[in-house]
């Protein structure tokens, strides 16, 4: 017992409800008189049907929520509110919009990028100057790290760097690009050393470069970009990013 | 690198149409910068993002789910399906009232089809490998069928995958994503008889596997 073959293709689309009206009232006139079609029917509605009842769809993973996130957060900076010099208060930059947008998103592609680095060397100094180095100060990073939850929608990786000689002083909110970003603080002698960390893609390998006197060293790892600034010496700081990066690998 | 800390919900995949939009603490609430971002951004309208989050985060699952069964591989459908996504944000401008999910729909599965292009047979799940599928049954075993008959569902993904391309996706549009035979038209540019037959090959591949079907029409 078997459908009719020149019936097969609008029994399934009588199944789907794809069927006209005219159509439906002649395959049902054709249906009570052929019980091939009518089984074959039947049988189409519960392959649909058994279709329906497993959950055969996938859900996307977490990982794809957050590697959109990471792209998309560069899309939407939040709104800058300038407020600079206000001790116990998040840091802003003012933001020059277009501008250090246009040279964010071009840092993916370009290894210069001279309005970021000059806006990220002046938050360096700001950190000095405005006695706002750290606003969570411990050389503890179990402290530090959950410090950051629900401050960054984003995990930057701590690690205290004291045995290679370079002691976690703390970490603070800071903004660069009106974005929002972990920054963490290190000591190398009597210099500071700002870590910036903010989400978006950047090559692991390390690039060093200068601006205004201080060094910069900007790497990327796990969707994460990450700018180390200071003015100690360039083999200092280069030392200090193959530490930092050894030791989050 | 741990976790993130996006309150984002997982939502069933069969709700993943009208699931809960919430998605990216860069997208979620807030009022919206209304600097324009310079030319050269590869975003170019930040603004568009509560467009975003309203119109394509509740079809995620969708698009996954869409890309994990053209491609057959987990980490290549999230590559398929991140840079639809990415598509999809860039260009819904080009929406323009039209439904969302169809057109979300062709523009993953153009990305399939790039990913394809670009892997060039190094996965082992490229079109040499579903030539072969299609025409070794003999993989499938009655013991597999046992397990699609009891309802096992990853049995029932698995014979899912087997189904050759064209009718698979078909059937994907058409049964999971409940798109009309038009729909499934236009996404896959075939003439609306052609998705008809399609999908009812599809139907009866799995139908004869899940022993409701008779082998032959």
Request: proline share 7%; net charge neutral.
């Amino acid at each position: 017992m078997s459908a009719c073959p020149d019936k097969e293709l609008l029994l399934h689309a009588l199944a789907d409800g794809e069927l006209d009206a005219g159509n439906v009232l002649a395959l049902e006139a054709h249906l009570a008189t052929c019980p091939g079609c009518a089984a074959e029917l039947a049988a189409i509605r519960e392959v649909k049907a058994q279709l329906k009842a497993a959950p055969v769809a996938y859900a996307a993973p977490k990982s794809l929520y957050d590697r959109l996130d990471a792209a998309l957060a560069e899309a939407e900076a939040p709104p800058p509110a300038p407020r600079r010099g206000m001790r116990f208060e998040t840091w802003v930059l003012s933001g020059t919009g277009a501008a250090i947008a246009a040279s964010i998103a071009l840092m993916a592609i370009l290894p210069s990028g001279a309005s970021l680095q000059s806006e990220l060397v002046d938050a360096q100094a700001r950190s000095l100057d405005a006695q706002h180095l750290v606003d969570v100060q411990t050389s503890d990073r179990h402290t530090v790290k959950p410090w950051f939850n629900g401050k960054v929608d984003f995990a930057p990786p701590v690690v205290d760097l004291a045995s290679q000689g370079y002691p976690l002083v703390g970490g603070r909110l800071d903004r660069i690009d009106g974005k929002r970003v972990a920054a963490l603080v290190f000591h190398r002698g009597a210099h500071v050393i700002n870590l910036f960390i903010w989400p978006g893609d950047a090559p692991s390998e390390a690039s060093l470069q200068q601006n205004k006197g201080y060094n910069l060293v900007r790497w990327g790892r796990g969707g994460l970009v990450f700018w180390a600034v200071s003015d100690c010496d360039p083999a200092a700081l280069t030392g200090f990013q193959q530490d930092f990066a050894a030791a989050t690998k | 690198m741990s976790g993130r800390l996006l309150p984002f919900r997982r939502s069933a995949p069969r709700a993943a149409a009208s699931g809960p939009a919430s998605f990216s603490s860069a997208l979620r609430g807030g009022p919206r910068s209304t600097e324009p971002a310079g030319a050269a951004a590869p975003f170019p309208r930040p603004s568009e993002a509560p467009r975003f989050r309203e119109l394509i985060v509740p079809h995620i699952d969708a698009a996954y789910s869409l890309a994990r069964y053209l491609a057959r591989d987990a980490t290549a459908a999230e590559d398929i399906a991140q840079e639809a996504l990415l598509k999809a944000y860039r260009n819904i401008d080009s929406l323009r009232g039209a439904a969302v999910k169809p057109w979300l729909m062709a523009i993953v599965r153009n990305a399939y089809f790039d990913w394809r292009r670009r892997d060039n047979g190094r996965t082992v799940t490229g079109p040499a490998a579903e030539v072969a599928m299609a025409e070794a049954p003999a993989e499938q075993s009655s013991a597999e069928d046992e397990l699609i008959r009891q309802g096992d569902v990853a049995a029932l993904r698995r014979a899912i995958e087997t189904i050759p391309e064209p009718f698979r996706e078909a059937l994907v549009l058409r049964d999971l994503d409940e798109l009309s035979y038009r729909d499934v038209a236009e996404i896959t540019g075939v003439p609306m008889g052609t998705v008809m037959s399609r999908l009812a090959r599809a139907r009866r591949m799995l139908g004869e596997r899940m022993g409701i079907l008779e082998a032959t029409a």
